[in-house]
């Protein structure tokens, strides 16, 4: 089983930052991309950025010059520095992680809890 433990969600105005950390834990033989969804009321999850082992980056176009996601492999975390904030910024922020199972070698795709970012206008 693998395990992702976020934080760094909070309220912020509109136009400040924010950093979200995930760290992965548990049988993992390897991760081949984090990434980060959000999810606001009423609306479907969407992939906001996603990083694979080799530092290739995919951003949603609503947030591209504005946030950047990064990862640490020797850590199994990931980051996502969010800069000039928006309103509909405002979401419940998710890790992902998909790799193999140590082990198995199974692969596995797990989630995190979620952590609220809210943006005050």
């Known amino acids: 089983q693998v395990q992702l433990v976020e934080s760094g969600g909070g309220l912020v105005q509109a136009g400040g930052s924010l950093r979200l950390s995930c760290a992965a834990s548990?049988?993992?033989?390897?991760?081949?991309?984090m990434g980060w969804y959000r999810q606001a009321p009423g609306n479907q999850r969407e992939l906001v950025a996603a990083i694979t082992s080799g530092g290739i980056t995919n951003y949603a176009d609503s947030v591209k010059g504005r946030f950047t996601i990064s990862r640490d492999n020797t850590k199994n975390t990931v980051y996502l520095q969010m800069n000039s904030l928006k309103p509909e910024d405002t979401a419940v922020y998710y890790c992902?992680?998909?790799?193999?199972?140590?082990?198995?070698?199974?692969?596995?795709?797990?989630w995190g809890q979620g952590t609220q970012v809210t943006v005050s206008s």
């Open positions: 992902n992680a998909r790799g193999l199972y140590s082990g198995s070698f199974a692969g596995f795709r797990s």
């Open positions: 548990g049988s993992i033989f390897s991760i081949n991309t």
